[in-house]
């Protein structure tokens, strides 16, 4: 009797903590598909606790999850052409965050940079989540929910190398001539309130797109590419965990580092990734658990019958 108290007072607790951390944790699993090291950067919006880490070390074919607390809200992006001096001093071509060391400990990421942006457990208990081009482009990105609900709870993101495309006074160079590695946006290149939502032109109504944020939503539709272009491309989700995917296609990845000019495959294609079975063994527990304890109750209002009768 004392082995089978035991065994239900370690069910109890199981469930109970299961419970707990799916109204509490989301998880975020960064994939590097790209043919070369990403150097991924976190920040975390003011007055939310901070994730574990600000900035970390992704090499190629490597993954790595988060677990974001309830309602954390923040950004992740990519720093590429990253390197340490002889002084031990950090920093990356693009999407450096100032900070001279891998974590980024609270800033963020220096234009042009592709951005992911979420807001979990918002308004009507949503997570919303986009992926912004407005700040510029530096790497292919995929944002894929896993398991949320609601009518548009679906992937977004930009998977096309737009380096190599980049309009010309925009496009940033590698300093060892190696070709494109950013592209900035029209309001860093030009710095006027038209471009910038800025000034006379800081309403829905008055900043429109430009020829400049139009290659952007051409090439990647679903992204923001200015400040108002929320109508396609902000997205909800309710219970979900979320897939961040640098270079989500092969021929993107490819085209990044061996300057080739493949068409890059649909996003669809990689909104079925991989990423089952993680939780497997704790969800065999669970449903262990669950049956044993309602055997027991089986049992003991059997007993209480009999005891009365």
Excluded at 151 to 161: F, I, M, Q, S
């Amino acid at each position: 009797m004392a082995q089978l108290t035991f065994f239900v007072s370690i069910c109890v607790l199981i469930l109970s903590h299961s419970f707990i951390s799916g109204l509490q944790a989301t998880t975020f699993t960064i994939v590097n598909k790209c043919e070369y090291v990403v150097w991924p950067g976190i920040l975390t919006n003011a007055g939310v606790p901070s994730l574990p880490t600000t900035g970390f070390t992704l090499q190629r074919g490597e993954t790595k999850t988060i677990t974001a607390p309830t309602s954390w809200g923040g950004r992740f992006w990519g720093r590429t052409h990253c390197s340490q001096d002889s002084t031990g001093k950090f920093s990356c071509l693009t999407g450096d965050c100032g900070s001279d060391k891998l974590e980024c400990s609270g800033n963020g990421a220096a234009p042009p940079a592709t951005l992911a942006e979420f807001t979990l457990d918002g308004a009507g208990g949503l997570d919303f989540f986009d992926v912004s081009l407005v700040d510029g482009y530096n790497i292919p990105m995929l944002v894929v929910p896993r398991g949320g609900t609601g009518p548009n709870c679906t992937y977004t993101g930009c998977p096309v190398d737009m380096n190599d495309s980049c309009p010309s006074d925009l496009k940033v160079m590698s300093t060892d001539g190696g070709g494109g590695v950013a592209c900035k946006s029209a309001c860093e290149a030009f710095g006027q309130p038209q471009y910038c939502c800025s000034g006379a032109y800081a309403t829905p109504d008055t900043c429109q797109p430009s020829s400049y944020s139009k290659v952007f939503k051409t090439a990647c539709p679903l992204a923001y590419s200015y400040a108002y272009d929320d109508k396609t491309s902000t997205f909800t989700c309710a219970n979900a965990d979320y897939t961040i995917t640098f270079c989500p296609s092969p021929n993107t990845s490819q085209k990044s580092s061996k300057g080739q000019n493949e068409e890059p495959t649909s996003p669809l294609e990689n909104s079925t990734m991989e990423y089952e079975g993680a939780l497997d063994e704790s969800a065999a527990s669970r449903s262990s658990c669950t049956n044993v304890i309602i055997g027991i109750a089986m049992v003991m209002a059997f007993w209480w019958s009999w005891q009365l009768f």
